[in-house]
T-cell receptor, first 112, second 116 residues
Framework: DQQVKQNSPSLSVQEGRISILNCDYTNSMFDYFLWYKKYPAEGPTFLISISSIKDKNEDGRFTVFLNKSAKHLSLHIVPSQPGDSAVYFCAASGSNTGKLIFGQGTTLQVKP | DTAVSQTPKYLVTQMGNDKSIKCEQNLGHDTMYWYKQDSKKFLKIMFSYNNKELIINETVPNRFSPKSPDKAHLNLHINSLELGDSAVYFC???????????????FGPGTRLTVL
C-alpha cells in the first residue's frame, strides 16, 4: 500500500522552461511534506518543504504547492537548469512521528 | 566536512554471510535512521534511533539489527544475508524537534549491498 505516489517516472523539459513534478498521497494524517533531490551515487538532499497549514512555499526557483482537498502536491522549478537534472522524491510525515514516507521518485532531465 | 558518512560504499558478499554497515554523523543530531532503497527505487524506513534509543522499528526481519553506541553512530548488522537483501542502504540523521526544518533529514551517500 503505497501512501505517497509519484505517477510520472520521468520528465524531460527544455532549459529555461518550467518543470512541474507531481505527488499524490492517501493518508489524511500527513501534515508535513518535503521534496528531496538525488544525484546518482549520492544520498537524497533536502530541497523544500511545506506544512499542511500552508498551500504554498517558495524558495528561489523552487515552489511547492499543496492542495489538501485533493491530497496533491507539486514542485515547480522555474527556470529549469541542466544542473537540476536528478531524481526528485516527494516525502510525507505525520504527527511528529519522525517517519518519512517516500514516493518512488521522478527522474527530471533538463535539456540545454 | 562530511555530514553523514557511511562505510563501506559498496559491499559484495555471498548468501549466508554476516555483514555490517557503519554510519556516522557530525551534525550533532539526536536522531538517526536507516532506509532501504530496493530495486524498484522505493525508499523505505527501517529503523530510527533517538539518542541511542530505538524509536521506530518497521517490519524488518530479525536478521537486521541496528546498534547505536552513541548518538553520532548508528550501525546496521545483517545476519545470514539473502538475495533479497540486495539494495542500497541509506543512513540519515535529523535535528531535535524545533531546530531546523520540521523532519528534515540529512542522508548519507548510501551503501550498495549486493548479495550473490
Amino acid at each position: 500500500d503505497q501512501q505517497v505516489k509519484q505517477n510520472s517516472p520521468s520528465l524531460s523539459v527544455q532549459e529555461g522552461r518550467i518543470s512541474i513534478l507531481n505527488c499524490d498521497y492517501t493518508n489524511s494524517m500527513f501534515d508535513y511534506f518535503l521534496w528531496y533531490k538525488k544525484y546518482p551515487a549520492e544520498g537524497p538532499t533536502f530541497l523544500i518543504s511545506i506544512s499542511s497549514i500552508k498551500d504554498k512555499n517558495e524558495d528561489g526557483r523552487f515552489t511547492v504547492f499543496l492542495n489538501k482537498s485533493a491530497k496533491h502536491l507539486s514542485l515547480h522549478i522555474v527556470p529549469s537548469q541542466p544542473g537540476d537534472s536528478a531524481v526528485y522524491f516527494c516525502a510525507a510525515s505525520g504527527s511528529n512521528t519522525g517517519k518519512l514516507i517516500f514516493g518512488q521518485g521522478t527522474t527530471l532531465q533538463v535539456k540545454p | 566536512d562530511t555530514a553523514v558518512s557511511q562505510t563501506p560504499k559498496y559491499l559484495v558478499t555471498q548468501m549466508g554471510n554476516d555483514k555490517s554497515i557503519k554510519c556516522e554523523q557530525n551534525l550533532g543530531h539526536d536522531t538517526m535512521y536507516w532506509y532501504k532503497q530496493d530495486s524498484k527505487k522505493f525508499l523505505k524506513i527501517m529503523f530510527s534511533y533517538n539518542n541511542k534509543e530505538l524509536i521506530i522499528n518497521e517490519t524488518v526481519p530479525n536478521r537486521f539489527s541496528p546498534k547505536s553506541p552513541d548518538k553520532a553512530h548508528l550501525n546496521l548488522h545483517i545476519n545470514s544475508l539473502e538475495l533479497g537483501d540486495s539494495a542500497v542502504y541509506f543512513c540519515a540523521s535529523s535535528p531535535p524537534t524545533g531546530q531546523g526544518a520540521y523532519n528534515e533529514q540529512f542522508f548519507g551517500p548510501g551503501t550498495r549491498l549486493t548479495v550473490l
